[in-house]
C-alpha cells in the first residue's frame, strides 16, 4: 500500500531519535553506576567449624555465643543438659536476643520479643521462632550447619 | 563603610543598583501568624551549623570498622573543643529535626501547601526524609551497641518492605549484615552523597519560596496586610532569633554532651530497654502495635506497608486538598493534620515513657 502523505513529520522522526538516544544513553549510564554501588553480597554460612574443646563441660542453663557468618549463633545447654544450638538473631527486626536464664527463655530487648528453650516464639512482635542449627562433631570438630544441608568439609 | 573605589569597581562589573532594588522589593507580610515565617530560617541555621561541625570532626574521624569508635572517643577527650563540636553536632541535629518538624506541621495547618506551593512542599518533604537518613546515618558512625542495634533494625524494617525490600535492604548495608561495609556506606552517604543533595534542595526550596513569595494564611488572604521589606526588618529578626536558637543550643551543648556506648559488637545482644533516636519513637510505637501475624501474613510487612501508605498520603495531602487549593476554607484537612500531629506526638511520648 502506497501512503499519499507521511504519518510523522521529519521533525517528529528527529526527536524521537534523539530522544530515545538520550533515554538509552542516561539509563545506560544510570545502570551502570547503581550496577557499582550494589554491593556484591556475601552469603550466609551454611555450616561453621569450631573447636570441640571450647564448648564442652559448660554449666547448664547458660548459652555460648559462637560468630555465624556476620551475625551470632547460640550454643544453648539446657538446665536439663540437652544441647541445641540456634541463630541468635531476633526474627522480628534482627536483633541479636539474650538468654534470660531465671526465665529459662530468650529475650530480644528492641522490641520485647520473647522466645522460649526451643527457640519458639511466645510473646511480642516475633512472627517466626529462632532458626535452629544442626550440630554434628568430627573428631576435634564441632560442626553447626543450617537444616537439610549437607557438611561436606575440606580435605586438610 | 564606605569604599567608593570599590563600588565603583564593582558598578562597573556588575549592575549594583538593580541588585540592591531586587534585595528591596522582596517584602514579607504581617500578620498574626507570621512567627511560622522563621522555623524555616531557623532550621536553615541548624543546617548551617551542622555542615561546619561536620566538616570539622571530618577532619578527625576514622570510617573503620576498628578505629571508628575509637576516634570518636579521641575527638571528644584529645582533642581541642572536640567534646564541643561532637556535642553540637549531636545536638544541631537534633533541633534541627525539631524545627524541621515545626516547619513542616506549621506549613501544614496553615496549608501554605496549597496551590501554587505544592513543590515547596515537596522539596521541603524530601528534605525532612533525607534529614532523617542524615540522623541514622550519623547515628551509626558512633559504631556503638546502640546505634548497632538502631542500624540493624532500621535497614531490616526496610527489608520488610515487600518485593523492593531485599534490594533497599542490602543496598544499604552493602553486605548481608551490618558490618563493616555499613559503616564505611553510611560515612559515605552522610558526610558525601547526602550533603550535596541537601545543599541542591535547599537551594530549589529557597528560590521556590523566592518565586512565590511567603504565602499567606487563607483565611488572612481577603485582607489587606502589611508588608515588611526583607531587608533590613525581617533579616535582622531572623538573625536575632537565631542567636537566641544558637544560645539554646550551646546551652545543650555545653550542659548536655551526648555519651557513647560500648563498642558495638556483632555477637553481644543489645543493651536492656535500648531505645532509638526520639523522632523513630513514632515509628517503634506504631511496629509494637502489630502482633507477629496477622490473618496469616507477616505483622511486620502489613506494619510498615501502612506505614508507607499514611507517610505517602502526607506526601500527596496538595494534591489532595482540592479546597484549600481553590482558595476555600478546608477543615477536613485541617482536621486530617491535627490527627497526624496527635499521633506523632502521642506515639513519641509513649516511646519515651514506655
Same mark, same amino acid.
Given at each position: 500500500?502506497?501512503?499519499?502523505?507521511?504519518?510523522?513529520?521529519?521533525?517528529?522522526?528527529?526527536?524521537?531519535?534523539?530522544?530515545?538516544?538520550?533515554?538509552?544513553?542516561?539509563?545506560?549510564?544510570?545502570?551502570?553506576?547503581?550496577?557499582?554501588?550494589?554491593?556484591?553480597?556475601?552469603?550466609?554460612?551454611?555450616?561453621?567449624?569450631?573447636?570441640?574443646?571450647?564448648?564442652?563441660?559448660?554449666?547448664?542453663?547458660?548459652?555460648?555465643?559462637?560468630?555465624?557468618?556476620?551475625?551470632?549463633?547460640?550454643?544453648?545447654?539446657?538446665?536439663?543438659?540437652?544441647?541445641?544450638?540456634?541463630?541468635?538473631?531476633?526474627?522480628?527486626?534482627?536483633?541479636?536476643?539474650?538468654?534470660?536464664?531465671?526465665?529459662?527463655?530468650?529475650?530480644?530487648?528492641?522490641?520485647?520479643?520473647?522466645?522460649?528453650?526451643?527457640?519458639?516464639?511466645?510473646?511480642?512482635?516475633?512472627?517466626?521462632?529462632?532458626?535452629?542449627?544442626?550440630?554434628?562433631?568430627?573428631?576435634?570438630?564441632?560442626?553447626?550447619?543450617?537444616?537439610?544441608?549437607?557438611?561436606?568439609?575440606?580435605?586438610? | #563603610?564606605? !569604599?567608593?573605589?570599590?563600588?565603583?569597581?564593582?558598578?562597573?562589573?556588575?549592575?549594583?543598583?538593580?541588585?540592591?532594588?531586587?534585595? +528591596?522589593?522582596? $517584602?514579607?507580610? *504581617?500578620?498574626?501568624?507570621?512567627?511560622?515565617?522563621?522555623? @524555616?530560617?531557623?532550621?536553615?541555621?541548624?543546617?548551617?551549623?551542622?555542615? %561546619?561541625?561536620?566538616?570539622?570532626?571530618?577532619?578527625?574521624?576514622?570510617?573503620?570498622?576498628?578505629?571508628?569508635?575509637?576516634?570518636?572517643? *579521641?575527638?571528644?577527650?584529645?582533642?581541642?573543643?572536640?567534646?564541643?563540636?561532637?556535642?553540637?553536632?549531636?545536638?544541631?541535629?537534633?533541633?534541627?529535626?525539631?524545627?524541621?518538624?515545626?516547619?513542616?506541621?506549621?506549613?501544614?495547618?496553615?496549608?501554605?501547601?496549597?496551590?501554587?506551593? *505544592?513543590?515547596?512542599?515537596?522539596?521541603?518533604?524530601?528534605?525532612?526524609?533525607?534529614?532523617?537518613?542524615?540522623?541514622?546515618?550519623?547515628?551509626?558512625?558512633?559504631?556503638?551497641?546502640?546505634?548497632? /542495634?538502631?542500624?540493624?533494625?532500621? =535497614?531490616?524494617? /526496610?527489608?520488610?518492605?515487600?518485593?523492593?525490600?531485599?534490594?533497599?535492604?542490602?543496598?544499604?548495608?552493602?553486605?548481608?549484615? %551490618?558490618? @563493616?561495609? =555499613?559503616?564505611?556506606?553510611?560515612?559515605?552517604?552522610?558526610?558525601?552523597?547526602?550533603?550535596?543533595? =541537601?545543599?541542591?534542595?535547599?537551594? $530549589?526550596?529557597?528560590?521556590?519560596?523566592?518565586?512565590?513569595? #511567603?504565602?499567606?494564611?487563607?483565611?488572612?488572604?481577603?485582607?489587606? $496586610?502589611?508588608?515588611?521589606?526583607?531587608?533590613?526588618?525581617?533579616?535582622?529578626?531572623?538573625? #536575632?532569633?537565631?542567636?537566641? %536558637?544558637?544560645?539554646?543550643?550551646?546551652?545543650?551543648?555545653?550542659? #548536655?554532651?551526648?555519651?557513647? @556506648?560500648? +563498642? /558495638?559488637?556483632?555477637?553481644?545482644?543489645?543493651? *536492656?530497654?535500648?531505645?532509638?533516636?526520639?523522632?523513630?519513637?513514632?515509628?517503634?510505637?506504631?511496629?509494637?502495635?502489630?502482633?507477629?501475624?496477622?490473618?496469616?501474613?507477616?505483622?511486620?510487612?502489613?506494619?510498615?506497608? $501502612?506505614?508507607? !501508605?499514611?507517610?505517602?498520603?502526607?506526601?500527596?495531602?496538595?494534591?489532595?486538598?482540592?479546597?484549600?487549593?481553590?482558595?476555600?476554607?478546608?477543615?477536613?484537612?485541617?482536621?486530617?493534620?491535627?490527627?497526624?500531629?496527635?499521633?506523632?506526638?502521642?506515639?513519641?511520648?509513649?516511646?519515651?515513657?514506655?
Amino acid at each position: 500500500m502506497k501512503l499519499n502523505y507521511s504519518l510523522i513529520t521529519r521533525r517528529t522522526f528527529l526527536n524521537t531519535l534523539f530522544g530515545g538516544w538520550l533515554v538509552a544513553f542516561c539509563s545506560g549510564t544510570f545502570y551502570a553506576l547503581m550496577k557499582f554501588a550494589f554491593p556484591t553480597l556475601g552469603k550466609e554460612p551454611d555450616f561453621v567449624v569450631l573447636n570441640k574443646k571450647d564448648f564442652t563441660g559448660l554449666a547448664s542453663n547458660s548459652i555460648k555465643r559462637f560468630p555465624w557468618g556476620g551475625t551470632v549463633g547460640l550454643y544453648y545447654t539446657k538446665a536439663d543438659g540437652s544441647v541445641i544450638a540456634l541463630k541468635g538473631v531476633c526474627s522480628h527486626m534482627e536483633c541479636n536476643v539474650d538468654y534470660k536464664p531465671a526465665e529459662k527463655r530468650f529475650y530480644c530487648a528492641c522490641h520485647q520479643g520473647w522466645f522460649d528453650e526451643n527457640g519458639k516464639n511466645v510473646a511480642g512482635p516475633p512472627p517466626k521462632p529462632l532458626e535452629i542449627f544442626v550440630i554434628s562433631e568430627e573428631g576435634e570438630k564441632l560442626i553447626i550447619a543450617k537444616k537439610g544441608v549437607k557438611v561436606e568439609l575440606p580435605k586438610a | #563603610m564606605n !569604599c567608593p573605589r570599590l563600588k565603583d569597581w564593582l558598578d562597573e562589573r556588575y549592575d549594583w543598583d538593580a541588585i540592591k532594588k531586587l534585595a +528591596k522589593s522582596k $517584602l514579607v507580610p *504581617e500578620h498574626r501568624y507570621d512567627l511560622w515565617y522563621y522555623t @524555616g530560617g531557623i532550621t536553615f541555621f541548624l543546617f548551617i551549623i551542622q555542615f %561546619v561541625s561536620g566538616m570539622l570532626m571530618a577532619l578527625y574521624y576514622v570510617p573503620h570498622v576498628d578505629f571508628a569508635h575509637k576516634s570518636i572517643i *579521641e575527638i571528644v577527650t584529645k582533642l581541642n573543643m572536640g567534646w564541643f563540636f561532637r556535642s553540637l553536632h549531636h545536638w544541631g541535629a537534633q533541633l534541627a529535626i525539631a524545627f524541621l518538624f515545626i516547619h513542616l506541621f506549621g506549613t501544614l495547618l496553615l496549608k501554605s501547601y496549597r496551590k501554587p506551593r *505544592e513543590f515547596v512542599w515537596v522539596t521541603g518533604f524530601v528534605l525532612l526524609g533525607i534529614s532523617i537518613f542524615f540522623g541514622l546515618s550519623g547515628y551509626l558512625l558512633l559504631w556503638d551497641e546502640r546505634a548497632f /542495634a538502631a542500624t540493624r533494625v532500621a =535497614t531490616g524494617g /526496610a527489608g520488610a518492605f515487600p518485593f523492593i525490600g531485599w534490594f533497599i535492604k542490602a543496598f544499604l548495608r552493602g553486605s548481608m549484615d %551490618v558490618t @563493616g561495609d =555499613t559503616l564505611l556506606r553510611f560515612y559515605a552517604f552522610h558526610v558525601a552523597i547526602l550533603p550535596i543533595i =541537601t545543599l541542591g534542595l535547599i537551594g $530549589l526550596h529557597v528560590l521556590l519560596v523566592q518565586y512565590h513569595g #511567603m504565602s499567606v494564611p487563607l483565611t488572612l488572604e481577603k485582607e489587606k $496586610l502589611r508588608q515588611a521589606p526583607f531587608f533590613p526588618n525581617v533579616f535582622y529578626k531572623d538573625l #536575632m532569633i537565631w542567636l537566641a %536558637v544558637m544560645g539554646i543550643l550551646v546551652t545543650f551543648t555545653v550542659l #548536655m554532651p551526648p555519651e557513647i @556506648g560500648v +563498642k /558495638a559488637d556483632p555477637l553481644a545482644p543489645p543493651p *536492656e530497654n535500648i531505645k532509638p533516636e526520639w523522632y523513630f519513637l513514632f515509628l517503634l510505637q506504631t511496629l509494637k502495635l502489630f502482633p507477629g501475624e496477622i490473618l496469616g501474613l507477616n505483622g511486620e510487612t502489613i506494619a510498615i506497608l $501502612l506505614v508507607a !501508605c499514611a507517610i505517602l498520603f502526607f506526601f500527596l495531602i496538595p494534591f489532595f486538598d482540592r479546597k484549600s487549593s481553590r482558595g476555600e476554607k478546608s477543615p477536613l484537612f485541617t482536621w486530617i493534620g491535627v490527627i497526624y500531629l496527635l499521633y506523632f506526638l502521642t506515639m513519641t511520648v509513649v516511646g519515651f515513657l514506655s
